[in-house]
């Protein structure tokens, strides 16, 4: 009997709990494919030279954890069905059905619909997972063949894991309705929510805000006290006392404010303080970049520490917006009789300014979600790409060796060696050297050798010959100097600023061997490796063969590369077999390194690819939920306003205006969180691409990075319009 009713209930309740499958089902889908490449029995062709493990047991990890926020989802939609139903779990009380009887039913009836959404997830999830392959392959730069297969342990994880998440949220909802009493169940859709109580959540943002303030000033003071020096540039110096002023200015505001004895009322001060949040996010803002652009020796921390105050500024800033609209529509509707006396606009306003004081908490936290995950997707592909970039970089050869001068206090401790041992390795294991070369590395005056200030290293130097050798191994065309002449070879992240000011104060180089002047082609920019740098410089003087003999020589490096790619087990024994010949510090003071491509590549493709698929499924996980509160709170509150509608109806208001008025509504509930969410991501996305822009010319490029962003709002959309129009219909099905 009690299966039959499960049953009924099920078909019965298909169209109304239609979001929560889609929602679900989204949420398997998603689950199984992210993780099916994690499958014991997912073995993909990406060759030899990789070790799939590392990806395969990352990858695990990461979907596993990000999914443990879909508990929240899950329970929240549990909430919603929960609710809807409650008049109907009442009348079944009065008829003689016991509580725990009733909850136990309304367990079944979401744990069939539950599994519905797991096996039809699974079967959506084995076509997902074919894009998921794709993109694996891709960054793998493999060829890609579809091919349909189901596995077993991502199947058991994928049910074990919602079958055990609805069975926990089950038995929680039994125990709520086995304790709620038959006349607050009658009543659940009558019930108005209290106003003052739901605004009195602003005041928390508030008080958080001004004492971040206060430490925003206090550190402003001791910034200005320790590294403040008036020959500093002006942007410098408007930075400093940016930081005093703006922070300053919000806390007096807020004590005359008081003293006013709140004259404005508390939405006066809100808008004041959103004013300054945004001042305070400006001049913190200059702080990192600056920090960065001068050279200023203020450190990590004080870079982490603003960050962490504009993170705070735009919280309060969303905090503020969302809770200033519902009193933007009250002033718009008071200031524009001849509007709100036209059609059904005084309803309108009525549905907007009542909700809008009760549900501003839950749109706030909607909209800094939302600014999450617009800010992951577009962050994980710029991540990737400068990680990749930059591997690019570094792995231009299959072997490279260098050396460290750092802990050197004696020259005769300088390195000295050929490095045979990596000869013998590689002979060992069959493998051709194509191109090799050992080189030496220069300082251009002996005097500079004892010269170890952070940032202030000497630029090193290499002799013609060498910097030509290395050119013809990556297939670039050599280079030729003068008798006196020298040039420069420069990293790919350096500004053209840096480069043209650098080259501009050095057209000439006092050297051991005499002085040089600067060649007629003073730089260059092709990617010859990073470890043939000088520590904390990006650039590389280039000297005639003539006057590198008569220097000391302070780093001795190698580079190798071999006719095919050395495999990932015998890179492991190469690089196992050099570092017990060499350790990483040795005894005279010299540090020894070796990168070998094989392995680089190895673990900078699968930390790429578990990093972007995770901010990826984080994102898509994160705007899922977002929408399904909005509809399914709109959908709640459809049953409240079904009297509402019906008398609009009897004054004789058409059924089509009705729905346009629905579509107004439900366009204020979606846009205002989105419309904030956006405004606010453009300004940090903005702020993030400005600050690494350098890197993104190098690795990664402004064709793909916008080609980024506009995947990352079709996403969006797409979404949001699915979500959008199913509300929609699901709210005009329950007023009707």
Same mark, same amino acid.
Request: aromatic fraction near 14%; proline fraction near 3%.
């Given at each position: 009997?009690?299966?039959?009713?499960?049953?009924?209930?099920?078909?019965?309740?298909?169209?109304?709990?239609?979001?929560?499958?889609?929602?679900?089902?989204?949420?398997?889908?998603?689950?199984?494919?992210?993780?099916?490449?994690?499958?014991? /029995?997912? =073995?993909?062709?990406?060759?030899?030279?990789?070790?799939?493990?590392?990806?395969?047991?990352?990858?695990? +990890?990461?979907?596993?954890?990000?999914?443990?926020?879909?508990?929240?989802?899950?329970?929240?939609?549990?909430?919603?069905?929960?609710?809807?139903?409650?008049?109907?779990?009442?009348?079944?009380?009065?008829?003689?059905?016991?509580?725990?009887?009733?909850?136990?039913?309304?367990?079944?009836?979401?744990?069939?619909?539950?599994?519905?959404?797991?096996?039809?997830?699974?079967?959506?999830?084995v076509f997902c997972s074919q894009f998921i392959t794709a993109?694996?392959?891709?960054? /793998?730069?493999?060829?890609?063949?579809?091919?349909?297969?189901?596995?077993?342990?991502?199947?058991?994880?994928?049910?074990?894991?919602?079958?055990?998440?609805?069975?926990?949220?089950?038995?929680?909802?039994?125990?709520?309705?086995?304790?709620?009493?038959?006349?607050?169940?009658?009543?659940?859709?009558?019930?108005?929510?209290?106003?003052?109580?739901?605004?009195?959540?602003?005041?928390?943002?508030?008080?958080?805000?001004?004492?971040?303030?206060?430490?925003?000033?206090?550190?402003? &003071? =001791?910034?200005?006290?320790?590294?403040?020096?008036?020959?500093?540039?002006?942007?410098?110096?408007?930075?400093?006392?940016?930081?005093?002023?703006?922070?300053?200015?919000?806390?007096?505001?807020?004590?005359?404010?008081?003293?006013?004895?709140?004259?404005?009322?508390?939405?006066?001060? &809100?808008?004041?303080?959103?004013?300054?949040?945004?001042?305070? +996010?400006?001049?913190?803002?200059?702080?990192?970049?600056?920090?960065?652009?001068?050279?200023? #020796?203020?450190?990590?921390?004080?870079?982490?520490?603003?960050?962490?105050?504009?993170?705070?500024?735009?919280?309060?800033?969303?905090?503020?917006?969302?809770?200033?609209?519902?009193?933007?529509?009250?002033?718009?509707?008071?200031?524009?009789?001849?509007?709100?006396?036209?059609?059904?606009?005084?309803?309108?306003?009525?549905?907007?300014?009542?909700?809008?004081?009760?549900?501003?908490?839950?749109?706030?936290?909607?909209?800094?979600?939302?600014?999450?995950?617009?800010?992951?997707?577009?962050?994980?592909?710029?991540?990737?790409?400068?990680?990749?970039?930059?591997?690019?970089?570094?792995?231009?050869?299959?072997?490279?060796?260098?050396?460290?001068?750092?802990?050197?206090?004696?020259?005769?401790?300088?390195?000295?060696?050929?490095?045979?041992?990596?000869?013998?390795?590689?002979?060992?294991?069959?493998?051709?050297?194509?191109?090799?070369?050992?080189?030496?590395?220069?300082?251009?005056?002996k005097k500079d050798f004892h010269r170890r200030v952070k940032?202030?290293?000497?630029?090193?130097?290499?002799?013609?010959?060498?910097?030509?050798?290395?050119?013809?191994?990556?297939?670039?065309?050599?280079?030729?100097?003068?008798?006196?002449?020298?040039?420069?070879?420069?990293?790919?992240?350096?500004?053209?600023?840096?480069?043209?000011?650098?080259?501009?104060?050095?057209?000439?180089?006092?050297?051991?061997?005499?002085? !040089?002047?600067?060649?007629?082609?003073?730089?260059?920019?092709?990617?010859?490796?990073?470890?043939?740098?000088?520590?904390?410089?990006?650039?590389?003087?280039?000297? #005639?063969?003539?006057?590198?003999?008569?220097?000391?020589?302070?780093?001795?490096?190698?580079?190798?590369?071999?006719?095919?790619?050395?495999?990932?087990?015998?890179?492991?024994?190469?690089?196992?077999?050099?570092?017990?010949? /060499?350790?990483?510090? +040795?005894?005279?003071?010299?540090?020894?390194?070796?990168?070998?491509?094989?392995?680089?590549?190895?673990?900078?493709?699968?930390g790429n690819f578990v990093l972007q698929a995770s901010m990826?499924?984080?994102?898509?996980?994160?705007?899922?939920?977002?929408?399904?509160?909005?509809?399914?709170?709109?959908?709640?509150?459809?049953?409240?306003?079904? /009297?509402?509608?019906?008398?609009?109806?009897?004054?004789?208001?058409?059924?089509?205006?009705?729905?346009?008025?629905?579509?107004?509504?439900?366009?204020?509930?979606?846009?205002?969180?989105?419309?904030?969410?956006?405004?606010?991501?453009?300004?940090?996305?903005?702020?993030?691409?400005?600050?690494?822009?350098?890197?993104?010319?190098?690795?990664?490029?402004?064709?793909?990075?916008?080609?980024?962003?506009?995947?990352?709002?079709?996403? !969006?959309?797409?979404?949001?319009?699915?979500?959008?129009?199913?509300?929609?219909?699901?709210?005009?099905?329950?007023?009707?």
């Open positions: 009997m009690y299966a039959k009713l499960v049953l009924r209930n099920v078909r019965r309740s298909v169209k109304d709990y239609l979001v929560y499958i889609v929602t679900m089902t989204i949420c398997v889908m998603l689950f199984y494919s992210f993780l099916s490449i994690s499958s014991s /029995y997912y =073995q993909p062709d990406i060759g030899s030279e990789y070790n799939y493990t590392i990806l395969s047991d990352g990858m695990k +990890a990461a979907v596993c954890a990000v999914t443990l926020i879909l508990l929240f989802l899950i329970r929240f939609v549990n909430h919603y069905m929960l609710r809807r139903r409650q008049k109907e779990f009442a009348v079944e009380s009065v008829m003689g059905m016991e509580q725990k009887t009733i909850g136990r039913l309304f367990f079944a009836e979401t744990f069939v619909m539950g599994m519905i959404s797991i096996v039809i997830g699974i079967f959506l999830g993109m694996l392959l891709t960054s /793998y730069g493999k060829s890609y063949e579809l091919s349909w297969t189901l596995f077993p342990d991502t199947v058991l994880l994928t049910v074990c894991f919602f079958v055990l998440s609805f069975a926990a949220v089950g038995l929680f909802n039994t125990r709520i309705i086995r304790k709620t009493k038959i006349i607050d169940m009658l009543a659940a859709d009558r019930e108005n929510d209290s106003e003052l109580k739901k605004r009195r959540w602003i005041a928390v943002p508030v008080v958080l805000f001004e004492l971040f303030a206060i430490w925003m000033l206090a550190a402003g &003071v =001791q910034k200005i006290r320790f590294y403040y020096d008036s020959r500093f540039a002006v942007p410098v110096r408007i930075m400093f006392w940016g930081n005093i002023v703006c922070p300053a200015i919000t806390l007096f505001l807020t004590v005359l404010w008081l003293l006013r004895k709140k004259k404005g009322g508390f939405s006066g001060l &809100v808008c004041g303080l959103l004013v300054c949040s945004v001042l305070c +996010a400006g001049a913190a803002a200059g702080v990192p970049v600056l920090i960065h652009r001068y050279a200023l #020796p203020m450190g990590s921390g004080t870079t982490n520490q603003y960050l962490l105050f504009i993170l705070a500024d735009l919280i309060f800033s969303i905090c503020s917006l969302i809770y200033l609209a519902g009193s933007f529509f009250t002033v718009w509707k008071e200031a524009s009789p001849e509007h709100r006396y036209k059609g059904e606009n005084l309803f309108f306003f009525g549905q907007i300014t009542s909700k809008l004081s009760t549900t501003s908490k839950t749109m706030t936290l909607i909209s800094v979600t939302l600014v999450l995950a617009v800010f992951l997707f577009v962050a994980a592909p710029i991540l990737t790409g400068w990680a990749s970039g930059y591997l690019d970089m570094r792995s231009v050869y299959d072997v490279q060796i260098f050396t460290g001068y750092n802990d050197v206090y004696d020259e005769e401790n300088l390195p000295r060696d050929d490095y045979e041992i990596i000869t013998d390795c590689l002979a060992e294991h069959g493998i051709d050297i194509e191109h090799d070369c050992i080189f030496d590395l220069y300082l251009p005056e940032y202030d290293f000497p630029v090193a130097a290499i002799s013609l010959s060498d910097y030509n050798r290395i050119r013809e191994m990556l297939g670039y065309e050599p280079v030729s100097l003068a008798e006196n002449e020298f040039t420069t070879q420069w990293k790919m992240v350096a500004a053209a600023e840096e480069r043209d000011s650098f080259l501009a104060g050095h057209t000439c180089v006092v050297t051991d061997a005499g002085e !040089l002047t600067l060649s007629r082609e003073p730089y260059f920019e092709e990617t010859i490796g990073e470890t043939v740098y000088n520590s904390y410089t990006d650039v590389l003087y280039v000297f #005639p063969d003539r006057v590198c003999e008569k220097l000391l020589p302070v780093m001795r490096n190698r580079y190798i590369t071999v006719s095919e790619t050395i495999p990932y087990e015998s890179a492991l024994e190469l690089e196992r077999a050099f570092s017990e010949e /060499y350790p990483e510090a +040795a005894d005279t003071g010299v540090s020894y390194g070796i990168r070998l491509r094989t392995l680089q590549v190895n673990s900078t493709k699968a990826l499924y984080g994102a898509v996980v994160l705007m899922v939920i977002c929408l399904t509160v909005l509809s399914l709170q709109q959908l709640l509150d459809a049953d409240k306003y079904r /009297y509402r509608f019906s008398v609009l109806r009897k004054m004789g208001v058409e059924e089509q205006r009705i729905g346009k008025l629905v579509l107004k509504q439900l366009g204020v509930w979606f846009g205002l969180p989105i419309l904030v969410a956006i405004i606010v991501s453009i300004v940090v996305i903005g702020y993030f691409v400005q600050t690494i822009s350098a890197e993104i010319s190098a690795y990664i490029g402004l064709g793909a990075l916008m080609w980024q962003m506009g995947m990352t709002v079709g996403i !969006l959309v797409l979404l949001l319009i699915c979500y959008f129009i199913s509300t929609w219909i699901l709210f005009k099905r329950s007023i009707s």
